[in-house]
């Protein structure tokens, strides 16, 4: 079957820190792999996607590689700012599946 | 433009009512999703619509629980004789086609049953 596990929170870090938050999967078949956010009081927005293997997500700063032969796609940032506080949820689409299935969510704190 | 919106953010209700949640999806979008998420847990799939019909409704727990999109925009979330275990935060997400995976969630509904 199709899950994914992440690294468990709290995550806390000083600003300009660097970032990892890992995320490893298991599918039937070739997933898209997907990093959402959610930031305090709002709604769970998409950061970045990989649909397929050796593919690099990127956006914000934040960055993931699609793993195939260790089945990961960790998200890592260079330097963080406070303003990246919030839940990170790690998430794959199974090629012909019509839904997401999701982590366990990763909470981040970033301190001035 | 606008994006999905849910009624109500907060609904409290008591053990054995039924409540019913609204999801308005991004216009134009025609698939439409369902997910529970439970505290300190990731959203789990619900249902999700193509259109009007109800195309895979594999992750509804139980029959209490019932959705429908009559005229592929907006979708309601019914439950039936609510539980306790049925406190949760309702997502509702809007796509543009099947399978894409760029889903646009709403801010949720917030349920808790007394």
């Known amino acids: 079957g199709n899950s994914v596990t992440q690294m468990e929170g709290p995550v806390t870090l000083s600003e300009e820190a660097f970032l990892t938050i890992n995320c490893t999967y298991t599918?039937?078949?070739?997933?898209?792999l997907f990093w959402y956010v959610q930031y305090p009081g709002e709604g769970l927005q998409l950061l970045l996607k990989?649909?397929?293997?050796?593919d690099k997500g990127s956006n914000k700063g934040f960055e993931a590689t699609y793993r195939k032969e260790t089945t990961s796609f960790h998200l890592e940032k260079g330097s963080v700012q406070v303003s990246d506080s919030a839940v990170y949820f790690c998430?794959?689409?199974?090629?012909?599946?019509?839904?997401?299935?999701f982590g366990t969510g990763t909470r981040l704190t970033v301190i001035p | 433009g606008a994006g999905v919106s849910q009624t109500p953010s907060n609904k409290v209700t008591e053990k054995g009512k039924y409540v019913e949640l609204r999801c308005d999806p991004i216009?134009?979008?025609?698939?439409l999703y369902w997910y529970r998420q439970s505290l300190g847990q990731g959203p789990e799939f619900l249902i999700y619509f193509q259109g009007t019909g109800a195309a895979d409704d594999s992750g509804l727990p139980n029959d209490r629980f019932f959705a429908v999109r009559p005229e592929g925009s907006v979708s309601t979330l019914k439950i039936q004789r609510t539980e306790r275990g049925d406190s949760a935060v309702y997502l509702c997400?809007?796509?543009?086609?099947?399978?894409?995976?760029?889903?646009?969630f709403g801010p949720g509904t917030r349920l808790t049953v007394t």
């Open positions: 997400a809007s796509s543009l086609g099947v399978a894409t995976g760029e889903q646009y």
């Open positions: 998430a794959l689409s199974d090629r012909g599946a019509n839904n997401l299935f």
């Open positions: 216009s134009g979008h025609t698939a």
């Open positions: 990989a649909t397929k293997a050796d």
């Open positions: 599918a039937t078949g070739y997933p898209s």
